[in-house]
């Protein structure tokens, strides 16, 4: 096991990312993070038990 438990692997995300929506071309605002870091980071916050107040 790694000593980052929330690091995602490409076996696991070769799963999840067929079922995420795509990101429209034309979306108003700043480029939005990537899929995948954004799941490493809410799984972070889980893992290490962060409370939603300090997030």
Avoid: F, H
Avoid at 9 to 15: E, G, K, P, Q, T
Avoid at 18 to 32: A, H, I, T, V, Y
């Amino acid at each position: 096991m790694s000593t980052q438990p929330w690091i995602v692997d490409d076996d696991v995300w070769a799963l999840i990312e067929p079922l995420l929506p795509p990101w429209p071309e034309k979306s108003p605002g700043p480029q939005p993070v990537a899929d995948r870091r954004c799941l490493q980071g809410i799984l972070y916050a889980l893992y290490n038990d962060i409370p939603c107040q300090l997030l």
